[in-house]
């Protein structure tokens, strides 16, 4: 059996989000450790929270992601959805260019 979470955009400020279900409620979380995580035989629940959040427009287009849990934490399977996760598996550059603007001064880009 594969251990699971639900994923989807946050419909107002379009980050990745993960559902969380508990005794509360519903909610969404940016933090994948924080977020519900089932067997197969428990992933109904987690769809129909995440169908009723995209109904409600909370999130958009939710779908299943696979985990598995390690000593620190759980951590998707596949790559694409740990750069959703975590972000790019590369460094980023520090110091980014000015752009000049309409007047002619130049700002960080």
């Known amino acids: 059996m ?10 107002k400020e379009g980050l990745v989000a993960f559902l969380c279900l ?17 067997e197969d ?4 629940a987690l769809k129909e929270a995440a169908e009723k959040s995209e109904r409600d427009n909370i999130i958009i287009a939710p779908y299943a992601v696979e985990v598995s849990r390690t000593e620190t934490g759980l951590e ?6 740990r750069i ?8 980023l550059p520090q ?14 880009a």
């Open 2 to 11: 594969a251990l699971q979470v639900y994923s989807g955009s946050l419909l």
């Open 22 to 38: 508990d005794d509360e409620g519903i909610s969404w979380t940016t933090d994948l450790n924080k977020a519900t995580a089932v």
């Open 41 to 44: 035989d428990g992933l109904d």
């Open 76 to 81: 998707p399977v596949e790559n694409r959805e």
């Open 84 to 91: 959703r996760a975590y972000g790019p598996t590369i460094r």
């Open 95 to 108: 110091s980014a260019k000015s752009a000049p603007t309409s007047s002619g001064s130049r700002v960080a």
